[in-house]
Structure formats: structure tokens, C-alpha cells
T-cell receptor, first 110, second 112 residues
Framework: QQPVQSPQAVILREGEDAVINCSSS?????VHWYRQKHGEAPVFLMI?????EQKGHDKISASFNEKKQQSSLYLTASQLSYSGTYFC???????????FGQGTRLTINP | NAGVTQTPKFQVLKTGQSMTLQCAQD?????MYWYRQDPGMGLRLIYY???????DKGEVPNGYNVSRLNKREFSLRLESAAPSQTSVYFC???????????FGPGTRLLVL
């Protein structure tokens, strides 16, 4: 039931782009993206709803392919502040419990 | 608004001891959640409460109990702590289905 994220870790130089993928074996109603900095709580980035369009948040955007049961998070021209672990969360079968992937650790170097 | 608060921030227990982790939210949210996060791991759902008066098991409920005391408060109890329960525990709340989930700062628990 847990969504699967790839890659598990990414190391970039400042200014480079990254893509983080999230896929599920179950039908998805929505996909949630969160970022967690080391030693802190996860913080909400965005939600993509079934039938909705691609969303954006500064230079971070995401897409949701319902047929493939996948979502991708795009980080463009990465900044040092983008470092952290990114989690996708899904609501399998429309239930009210958010189930998270195992996370993707993103490291941005100067 | 304090958002989601958790107490305590840190706790050390001996095997077999019991304790209750407290969580409160002041955003008038209906749903509340307890997660555990182990080093290098994702967030695993322990229990959740979709509304006041209801609780349901998540992925890893064994060894835990919960109480939704009122709309604001959702507590997590470890009756007999085990070293395998060493983890960081996060409480979260959500207003409505498919909306943003807000997390508390976490409780770091060490069971010796």
C-alpha cells in the first residue's frame, strides 16, 4: 500500500534540476508532497487532485498521471534551501489516512 | 495559533515502562494522526482519528493505544515500552479529506 519513491537519494550542484517520482499499485485520488529538513517536522508543499492540472510552488512543480498511478516532483534551478527529504503521500482507496513513501533525500551542494 | 503541539520533546524510558505522548491542535481540525519515523525511514502511520470519537489502526499499531480525548487532543500510549519503539513520533492534523496535513515538532523517544 505504501507508495514507492525513486530515486532514494540525489546529489546536485546548485542550479541543477531534479525529478522525484512517486508511484502506487493502488488507484490514487490525490498525491501530497512534503519536505522535511534534518531534525524538523515535515512541511506541506502541494497536493495534486485527480483530474487536476500540474501545480507549481516557486520553482518546484509537480504532475499527476492518474492512469499510470504516478506523480513526479520537479525542482528547477535548485537552491541550497531545497535540501532535505521529500515524501509523497497518498490516500489509497479514498481512505482518510495518508500513507507516505520512504522518502527521497536531496542534497544540494554549492 | 500554535498549530500542532506535542509533549514531551524528548523522553528516555526503560523497557517495560509506560508513557503517554500528548498532542493538541488549535486549528479546529477534524482528523488527527500519529506517525513514527525511524532513521532513514519514511513516516509510518500508527493510528488515526478521522473525527472526534473515532479511532482506527494504521500500518503499525501493535504496542500502542490511542485516545481522542476531544476535538483538540489525541494521545498515544505505550503500555509496555520495548527497544523497538525507539523512534521519533509525529502527530499531525488535517481539516478535511484531501487537504493539507500539519505536523507537530515531534517527540524523540529512546527505550533502553
Amino acid at each position: 500500500q505504501q507508495p514507492v519513491q525513486s530515486p532514494q537519494a540525489v546529489i546536485l550542484r546548485e542550479g541543477e534540476d531534479a525529478v522525484i517520482n512517486c508511484s502506487s499499485s493502488k488507484a490514487l485520488y490525490s498525491v501530497h508532497w512534503y519536505r522535511q529538513k534534518h531534525g524538523e517536522a515535515p512541511v506541506f508543499l502541494m497536493i495534486l487532485l485527480k483530474g487536476g492540472e500540474q501545480k507549481g510552488h516557486d520553482k518546484i512543480s509537480a504532475s499527476f498521471n492518474e492512469k499510470k498511478q504516478q506523480s513526479s516532483l520537479y525542482l528547477t534551478a535548485s537552491q541550497l534551501s531545497y535540501s532535505g527529504t521529500y515524501f509523497c503521500g497518498t490516500l489509497p482507496g479514498g481512505a482518510q489516512k495518508l500513507v507516505f513513501g520512504q522518502g527521497t533525500r536531496l542534497t544540494i551542494n554549492p | 495559533n500554535a498549530g500542532v503541539t506535542q509533549t514531551p520533546k524528548f523522553q528516555v524510558l526503560k523497557t517495560g515502562q509506560s508513557m503517554t505522548l500528548q498532542c493538541a491542535q488549535d486549528m479546529n481540525h477534524n482528523s488527527m494522526y500519529w506517525y513514527r519515523q525511524d532513521p532513514g525511514m519514511g513516516l509510518r502511520l500508527i493510528y488515526y482519528s478521522a473525527s472526534e470519537g473515532t479511532t482506527d489502526k494504521g500500518e503499525v499499531p501493535n504496542g500502542y493505544n490511542v485516545s481522542r480525548l476531544n476535538k483538540r487532543e489525541f494521545s498515544l500510549r505505550l503500555e509496555s515500552a520495548a527497544p523497538s519503539q525507539t523512534s521519533v513520533y509525529f502527530c499531525a492534523s488535517m481539516e478535511r479529506f484531501r487537504e493539507t496535513q500539519y505536523f507537530g515538532p515531534g517527540t524523540r523517544l529512546l527505550v533502553l
